[in-house]
């Protein structure tokens, strides 16, 4: 006779295993977010349904001090996403994601453009700039795709700074700009004139989101990962002055060993943490599916992949910290391949396990399963791990340097 009590994911036995960072702040940060899952989830209906930007979600991030986690230290941040302190970072997205996809995808794109900014900006930049955005608790939106939802182009990206005098002026139509519309600042991501490629042309402009030239385009509409509220950017003739423009040219792709693959990898095994849990639970309140062989075998495999995937995304994380920055891409892409495929895996077989039932949207389940998909579409996999071959076959490994992965950077911003 089977043992009838089902795998619980929850429990200690069977919960993967986190590893403990050396600061104990930042893990006081994921047990603060724990806190918060019930409340993310009872407010993600609505915002999935009015496409919204998730405020009361953000109140609570502020009220803990987490929309300033990359700005560095003296300014009044964290000092996350930066040597010796990236494992935490992604611990702390994983936490978010667990409670709510969304809103992880946001701060982590809010964490980014601040820890761009963090990193690029002279003395002068950061009084003017980066400390009154920590000060103020204000939130920034890193702006960089031109390719239309409907266009049939493939990574466009063609806007240039007009030189006028001293400045600039900036005209430019991007997508896909999530946190846009609720943004204090939008980080736009353009070149100054040049015949060098693009990304080596490529600076960023700060510009004010309620700025006149700015038009918000709702064009949002799509199948998941709705509350990111990634519209439509248009700028017509933006005055740009000099102490605007953050990072030398090509500053991002050659000077900043930094890349954004193991934050969606964070998100990825969030949520499918999150589908492991519920499938668990569905099952243990329902003998005639925790008492089924068939049942436990496919909880156990979903665990499993849940345990490799987060394993193998706080092992890159550690990675980062060694300051080995080849090795650390290695691993990330292997980790983001790997979290891919369990975030999508973990939500498809919960909905076999739990049935019909789930599928009702008085469940979170058909959110994750929609988020997940929609979200692991913003990299093709088979690129991903075709450029992470190509590197090992080489020896070079995987980092900016090594691999022709320019144009994904910039893409990822």
């Known amino acids: 006779m089977q043992d009838s009590n089902p795998v619980n994911s929850k429990s200690e036995e069977n919960q993967p295993v986190m590893p403990q960072s050396e600061s104990r702040s930042e893990m006081a940060i994921v047990n603060q977010i724990d806190e918060l899952v019930s409340s ?45 302190a990236f494992l935490p ?20 794109v809010h ?17 003017r700039y980066l400390v009154p955005i920590v000060q103020g608790k204000l939130l920034l939106a890193s702006v960089g795709s031109e390719t239309a939802p409907s266009t049939t182009a493939s990574g466009v990206y063609n806007s240039e700074l007009t030189p006028e005098g001293d400045g600039f002026r900036l005209t430019c139509t991007k997508h ?13 991501w353009t070149a100054v004139p040049g015949d060098e490629p693009y990304p080596d042309r490529t600076v960023t402009v700060l510009v004010p989101r309620d700025a006149p030239e700015v038009t918000l385009v709702d064009e949002w509409d799509v199948m998941g990962m709705r509350p990111t509220v ?7 003739g933006f005055r740009v002055e000099p102490e605007a423009v953050i990072g030398t040219p090509g500053a991002w792709v050659n000077r900043d060993p930094r890349t954004f693959t193991l934050a969606f990898a964070a998100n990825h095994v969030g ?36 345990f490799a995937a987060r394993s193998a995304v ?7 910290d060694t300051g080995d920055w080849r090795q650390a891409e290695t691993q990330s892409l292997m980790a983001v391949h790997l979290a891919k495929n369990a975030g ?70």
Request: hydrophobic letters at 45%; proline letters at 2%.
């Open 40 to 84: 993310f989830r009872e407010r993600a209906r609505s915002y999935d349904d009015a496409s919204a930007f998730p405020r009361e979600n953000f109140d609570d991030l502020r009220r803990l001090d987490l929309v300033a986690l990359t700005a560095d230290q003296a300014s009044g941040g964290r000092g996350l996403w930066s040597e010796g």
């Open 89 to 108: 970072y992604y611990e702390i997205l994983e936490a978010l994601a667990y409670a709510d996809s969304s809103t992880a995808q946001l701060i982590q």
């Open 111 to 127: 964490s980014h453009a601040l820890g761009y900014v963090s990193r690029h900006a002279d003395a002068a930049q950061r009084e």
């Open 176 to 188: 896909f700009a999530s946190l846009a519309p609720d943004a204090d600042w939008l980080l736009i």
């Open 230 to 236: 990634s519209w439509g950017v248009r700028i017509e």
């Open 271 to 306: 949520v499918a943490r999150a589908a492991l849990d519920f499938a668990s639970e569905w099952a243990h309140a329902r003998p005639y599916l925790g008492e089924s062989d068939l049942v436990q075998a496919a909880i156990g495999e979903m665990a499993s992949q849940v």
């Open 314 to 320: 706080f092992a890159a994380g550690s990675a980062w």
């Open 344 to 413: 999508l895996g973990v939500t498809r077989r919960a909905f076999e396990i739990c049935g019909a039932r789930a599928a009702f949207r008085l469940y979170p389940l058909e959110t994750w399963y929609r988020d997940i998909r929609t979200l692991t579409l913003h990299v093709r996999d088979d690129m991903q791990m075709r450029e992470l071959g190509r590197g090992i076959l080489a020896g070079d490994g995987a980092s900016k340097a090594a691999l022709d992965t320019s144009v994904i950077q910039v893409r990822n911003a």
